[in-house]
């Protein structure tokens, strides 16, 4: 069985920050793009970041761009987000994804990510 257990999520004040960490077994985590989702209470999911496994190329949603930076650790099958700059915007449950179909992120819909953890809340205070 393929699982994802996502950590590091809490209570946090605005500007500061939090690093969330996702840890895979049960697949072959350097062959694929990894992603981190959110989805704020009584919105879609959305995608935050994006690390492929081809080329190591990242990418960032335009409302994360520069406070936020994703890693990974293939050794460890672990991906880290680590978050900066915090806003209450960015209050979430936040989600780690691996899409099998793809090394790198480049194109990949959100529907495509085919294993997902439970998700860790972050909760970001003014």
């Known amino acids: 069985e393929v699982v994802f257990v996502e950590s590091g999520g809490g209570l946090v004040p605005a500007g500061g920050s939090l690093r969330l960490s996702c840890a895979a077994s049960g697949l072959t985590f350097r062959d694929y793009a990894v992603g981190w989702f959110r989805q704020v209470s009584g919105k879609e999911r959305e995608e935050v970041s994006c690390a492929s496994a081809s080329d190591s190329s990242t990418r960032y949603a335009e409302f994360v761009q520069g406070r936020f930076t994703i890693s990974r650790d293939n050794a460890k099958r672990t991906v880290y987000l680590q978050m900066n700059g915090l806003k209450p915007e960015d209050t979430a449950v936040y989600y780690c994804?691996?899409?099998?179909?793809?090394?790198?992120?480049?194109?990949?819909?959100?529907?495509?990510?085919?294993?997902w953890g439970q998700g860790t809340k972050v909760t970001v205070s003014s």
């Open positions: 994804a691996a899409n099998t179909l793809r090394r790198r992120c480049s194109q990949a819909p959100i529907y495509e990510y085919d294993y």
